[in-house]
């Protein structure tokens, strides 16, 4: 808590959290408990002060409540400078009471918010500012918390061909110092609904792939426009409900799980159907001259396997592909291993590991095999 001058903190605490109750938002709970625990403001009787609150929205950017004689807002700076400044507007942030007092811009106290503003935001921080019937009382700075190792999380996000974009409704100076801090690529500040769902249209119209993690019912229609929406399991219901999936440990960085799951599926079928190819066409070499031989004796020449008779090719390979289905039943329920590479160097390594090995496979069973059966006399 921030105040400016001629106000004290535990005003400006108090004003702060009967300007919260209604907020739901993660800003919004963080003052209520910080007012509780910093400065002992708990029980309140807001029956008897008919109180009306006004809930946080992308429109107004403040929350607030109205009572009888006393009005309190916090929100963003300019939303509140304006608010306090242009009285005929306040309609347009919901109050439900005339202003029981006089207006006079204090363009001293509008300067000193200013200034705070600016400092908490050149450090990383959200500030917020709180109002009481007209009057400046000073700023919260609101710290985002980012994770251990988020930057390196995005790094990886990097590797994958994955570009990052931050949504924020915080200023663009804040933004610019937690995206920095954070290491992603580029950010969008002062967001509202509207511009999130925007970008997501301009980047799908590119032809590119959009996933969307948020929490918000500000990020519902983003959600829902984006190819892969994930929603925090904190967030609200409409954002849960406009998500494709929603993520019950609420990390962002999730996303990076679910790209890597979705391309080892994408990479362990490809694989097993190259290799599935080259075996196949390795075991025409075995089967194909031993059925038809005897009509083309030319056909012989394919049988560069050397197989001992007709009858002893056709059950080699087929106790092969008996034995070969069977071997790769662990690789189909582990998955191939993922590597975060491109598309040309993945298709290089499946054509060098599972498309030779599938052809080298065959001719190296199907002769073993020949050589057992042969041997113990069962063709």
């Known amino acids: 808590m921030i105040p400016i001058s001629g106000v004290t903190e535990q005003e400006l605490a108090d004003a702060a959290q009967i300007a919260s109750l209604a907020d739901e938002t993660p800003e919004g709970r963080s003052i209520v408990v910080l007012a509780k625990e910093k400065y002992g403001i708990r029980e309140r009787d807001m029956a008897s002060l008919k109180a009306t609150f006004v809930p946080f929205t992308a429109q107004t950017r403040m929350s607030g409540v109205d009572m009888d004689i006393s009005s309190v807002r916090k929100g963003a700076v300019d939303a509140v400078l304006k608010y306090v400044a242009e009285p005929a507007s306040m309609a347009e942030y919901g109050s439900n009471v005339a202003r029981a007092f006089s207006v006079n811009v204090?363009?001293?106290?509008?300067?000193?918010?200013?200034?705070?503003?600016?400092?908490?935001?050149?450090?990383?921080g959200t500030p917020l500012a709180v109002a009481r019937d007209g009057r400046l009382l000073g700023v919260i700075h609101l710290k985002d918390i980012v994770k251990g190792g988020i930057r390196e999380r995005f790094a990886e996000l990097r590797r994958m061909g994955i570009r990052t974009v931050m949504i924020t409704g915080d200023n663009p100076m804040t933004a610019a110092a937690i995206a920095a801090e954070a290491g992603v690529d580029d950010f969008l500040a002062e967001a509202t609904p509207e511009d999130k769902l925007k970008l997501i249209r301009d980047e799908q119209a590119k032809g590119k792939l959009v996933a969307m993690c948020g929490d918000g019912t500000n990020d519902a229609p983003a959600l829902a426009q984006a190819d892969v929406g994930v929603a925090m399991n904190t967030g609200t219901v409409a954002a849960r409900e406009a998500g494709n999936m929603v993520d019950l440990d609420s990390d962002p960085t999730k996303l990076i799980e679910i790209v890597e799951i979705g391309k080892q599926l994408l990479m362990t079928r490809g694989s097993l159907t190259t290799f599935s190819i080259a075996n196949d066409v390795a075991k025409y070499f075995a089967i194909i001259p031993a059925l038809f031989v005897t009509v083309y004796p030319q056909l012989g020449a394919l049988n560069v396997m050397g197989l001992e008779t007709p009858q002893s090719a056709i059950l080699s390979a087929i106790v092969f592909n008996a034995l070969i289905i069977v071997a790769l039943i662990p690789l189909a329920l582990k998955g191939v291993k993922y590597r975060a590479?491109?598309?040309?160097?993945?298709?290089?390594?499946?054509?060098?590991?599972?498309?030779?090995?599938g052809l080298v496979a065959p001719f190296v069973g199907i002769k073993l095999i020949d050589v057992v059966i042969t041997t113990i006399g069962l063709a």
């Not at 001293?108 to 918010?113: F, R, S, W, Y």
């Open 106 to 124: 204090d363009t001293k106290a509008e300067q000193e918010i200013r200034d705070i503003a600016e400092r908490v935001a050149k450090a990383g």
């Open 341 to 357: 590479i491109g598309a040309g160097p993945l298709l290089r390594r499946n054509l060098l590991v599972y498309g030779l090995g």
